[in-house]
């Protein structure tokens, strides 16, 4: 298997923050030690203070992530790395750079797109209270699998939930969530919304006047109710 | 009365004017003519909009609007998109260029996307496999959406009910969580 290369060209990360990523990169069960830690040549992914600016050691390709380090609580466009570290952010965004770029060179090579992942083989970690979002619509096969899969992806496509908050809109069991944006996460679609500017609702009417649509258009069409 | 909205749009002869009577109470109002453009292969073409109803309960009424296909009536799509609680979009897939059909709606649409819950239906899919689901699923990408995007014959009210069902779930997910 063809590892995947991370540079790092921020100078606001010191030295543990750097070996901690190190560590991360080499004991993280969802990353399977596809990803390793370069300081020069060609990389997929490159830490960044800006993206406008590349270091002389690396070289960047069309095709390489670069992901902006930002203090939390800051925003920014694109993939963010917000200090302080944590582990599961950093899983979060190179499983999702690990999931697009396969999906592209599948493409590329006219393969079709196969090793779904099954959540017997997926070790994708979801946060408790991490809110998440669809990055895109998942394939039919992964929606497939269950029949509620693609009511609850609707609900991830706008608006970013944690598995709690999936819970409470869905009335379905933790166990369900979990699994289902565990196998979205595999899939390398899934974001994690911390510390991504999120578009405000505008021209929407009051949300009681939509709970009440919701309430009344599920009763006339007979749609299925969550509970 | 308290009414609600949904606006169907799409290409000329990807079935809004059939998705809108499959479900309206009342036989859908369609400004139709006689269609005398030779790309299209119909007798008949929507050149105000399309319009039904449903009595949702007492005192509250759910109106559908379907735009007019042919792009030329375009400067209708901002008037019949105001205060819209969602969007359908109906793409005919045995047209030439589908995906740039839909960049067509999702650029025409482009701040409402910004504000309101969208699914995406996909005509002709079964003879026409070209574009597949996961293009469109690409293309939306690029355009920073994660829109469902769901295969459907619009004659089959199952398949506009399930248009239905994503779009209330988005809505359902907005109203609970507002400002996420």
Redesign the interface.
Known sequence: MTKKLLGIASRSLRLPEINLIQTILRTSSALKEEWQLVDRGSVDALLVDDPGALPAAYQASQSTEKITVKRRGESGDGYLFLTPIRADELIDTLLSIGGVKQ?SSA?QAGQP?VDQPSLADTTAEINAIS?Y????????DLLAREKIY????????????SPD?LV??TGLELEVCRDFLKLLQAEG?LSN?EGQR????????A?D??????K??????K??AWR | M?E?KLLFTGTTGAGKTTAINV?SDTPTISTEVENFDSAYDKETTTVGFDFGE????EE?M?RLYGTPGQDRFDFMWQILIE?A?GLVILIDNSRPDPLADLTTYLEGFAS?L????C?IGVGRQEQHQQPT??D???H??KFGH?????PVDVREVEDV??L?????????????????
């Open positions: 999906r493409r797109l809110r979002k669809l990055k895109r619509w998942p394939s039919n693609r009511r609850l992806a609707a609900t991830i496509s706008r608006s970013c939930k908050e409470q809109l679609i919304c999120v578009a405000p609702l505008e021209s929407v009417p949300n006047n939509r709970a009440s649509f919701v009344y258009i599920r009763n006339r069409f749609l299925s | 308290i609600y479900i449903v009595m949702l309960a509250c759910l205060d609680l409402e910004q504000a309101i819950p699914v689901l996961d469109y699923c690409d939306l990408e994660s829109l469902p995007v769901i009910r399930l239905l069902e994503l779009l209330v779930a988005q809505i359902e997910a907005e109203a609970s969580f507002a400002g996420c």
